[in-house]
Nanobody, 127 residues
Framework: QVQLVESGGGSVQAGGSLRLSCAASGYRFNNWCMGWFRQAPGKEREWFSS???????TYADSVKGRFTISEDNVKITLYLQMNNLKPDDTAMYYC?????????????????????WGQGTQVTVSS
């Protein structure tokens, strides 16, 4: 069974940085489209970044220029470097694996377009 285990969440002040990790196990292939989502209280879970099997990355406007997604294919670990954090970034952060395609562009960026999910890690940014 594919499992994703997240770590690295915490509390920081505005302008600070955090680095999230998502370790994968049970994979037969490790070059699937991978993504990051977040969900703030009372809001829908939203996609904000993906990286595909070719290394191509995509970012939502809300995080572009501040967040960087990357992947270590040897360790089978997904990373998210978050810089210049804002209070609006406060949310539960989830990593996800599509599980059926290496090209993120051949699917959509909704929750239903990813088969496997991490447990979520809380990120809290204070002003």
């Amino acid at each position: 069974q594919v499992q994703l285990v997240e770590s690295g969440g915490g509390s920081v002040q505005a302008g600070g940085s955090l680095r999230l990790s998502c370790a994968a196990s049970g994979y037969r292939f490790n070059n699937w489209c991978m993504g990051w989502f977040r969900q703030a209280p009372g809001k829908e879970r939203e996609w904000f970044s993906s990286i595909d099997g070719t290394g191509s990355t995509t970012y939502a406007d809300s995080v572009k220029g501040r967040f960087t997604i990357s992947e270590d294919n040897v360790k089978i670990t997904l990373y998210l470097q978050m810089n210049n954090l804002k209070p609006d970034d406060t949310a539960m952060y989830y990593c996800a694996a599509r599980g059926w395609d290496r090209y993120c562009s051949r699917g959509r960026s909704g929750v239903g377009d990813f088969n496997y999910w991490g447990q979520g890690t809380q990120v809290t940014v204070s002003s």
